[in-house]
């Protein structure tokens, strides 16, 4: 395990690891491999439906003239095509084109429902879904993108197929619990939520969709089911830190490279990981973000907010937390692929998502 960690600051050649460039040269042929499948799927939606999701994957604007696009950064579907692609080779990637469509429509269905449920209002550098066309046509367009990627599965003739439209439908289950605990958790005082809980919800709700799209690539390349577990425990422990990061980003982040409004989270008293754990820091910070949790959000007091979760620890707590989860994830995937060179690409994957800052 030393061998695998120390391998992966390093590369077989001695070089270190482009910062950010391989795995922006994973997600940008993920990409490129993906969207005529999605394109295609999209495509046979009746025209409302069809309106939608263009719309929100970016390549239409409201009006239905062409967009340039930004259908985002292709992050699960790169994880299903690394993970068949390092444990069967090309040929297993190639296979599992259909299976990494799907995991993205999956995360899309849940991405048109998140910003109707947050009340969201821009998504991707441009307004959502909802605030464009309603809740309902944005819930059904939700709805339908779900229907799209089980539908591909089923049609899907690799032998992997069943199994992962099985293991991809628990996953939605999953999320849609991991959505319940989050919606219900706003309705609580700020210090009736504990880390665990947090912790466990934050898991369901992102790890399990990271997971689930590493484990699909692994049934892709006809893994055994030891190696498609521990994909799975890899992909949620990264799903931890990327959720750890990302809120970190939703509080102190640059809405210029975001594309959403500074401290959007705190406004809507969100109690997100950093906030949590500033919250049951038991400092004097704790107190008084407690009590301006406990209040309406009133203009002009974010920064003040985002002081306090900082003077709380809860920054430095969801850094340090990231790091442990990204150690975690890295030991889990060498259970699976104890080759550091072949592991290389979710291990780029696994970095990029922990050291972003949009």
């Known amino acids: 395990m030393a061998e695998f960690r120390a391998e992966t600051k390093q590369r077989a050649d001695g070089t270190q690891p482009a910062d950010g460039h391989e795995a922006a040269a994973i997600l940008e042929g993920a990409r490129a491999s993906v969207d005529p499948e999605l394109r295609s799927a999209i495509d046979s939606l009746p025209g409302s439906m069809r309106r939608i999701a263009l719309y929100h994957f970016g390549w239409e604007h409201a009006d239905g003239t062409p967009a340039a696009g930004n259908a985002g950064k292709a992050i699960r579907p790169a994880l299903v095509l690394t993970a068949a692609g390092a444990l069967g080779g090309e040929r297993a990637r190639a296979g599992a084109l259909r299976a990494a469509a799907a995991v993205e429509l999956v995360h899309n269905f849940t991405l048109l429902h998140d910003d109707v449920m947050d009340r969201d209002t821009t998504r991707r550098h441009r307004p959502t879904a909802w605030t464009v066309f309603g809740d309902p046509d944005a819930i059904l367009a939700g709805d339908a993108l779900q229907a799209l990627a089980l539908r591909l599965l089923a049609e899907d ?202």
């Open 157 to 358: 003739p690799h032998p992997a197929s069943s199994a992962a439209a099985a293991r991809l439908a628990d996953c939605v289950v999953e999320l849609c619990a991991g959505q319940h605990a989050d919606t219900a958790m706003e309705k609580r005082a700020p210090g009736e939520v504990t880390l665990d809980e947090v912790l466990a919800m934050a898991e369901a709700k992102t790890g399990a969709l990271l997971g689930c799209a590493c484990a699909v690539g692994a049934l892709y390349a006809g893994a055994s089911a030891e190696d498609v577990e521990a994909l799975d425990a890899f992909g949620r422990q990264a799903g931890l830190a990327f959720q750890l990061i990302d809120d970190v980003i939703g509080i102190w982040g640059d809405p210029g490279r975001t594309g959403k409004p500074a401290g959007a989270d705190l406004a809507v008293r969100k109690k997100s990981l950093p906030v949590v754990a500033a919250l049951t820091s038991g400092t004097p910070a704790a107190t008084e973000l407690a009590e301006l949790y406990g209040l309406p959000y009133e203009e002009g007091d974010l920064e003040r907010t985002a002081l306090a979760v900082e003077r709380a620890g809860g920054r430095d707590w969801a850094q340090a937390q990231a790091a442990d989860r990204m150690a975690r994830a890295v030991q889990e995937l060498a259970r699976a692929i104890p080759d550091p060179q072949e592991a290389g690409g979710l291990l780029a994957l696994a970095e990029f998502v922990t050291r972003r800052s949009s």
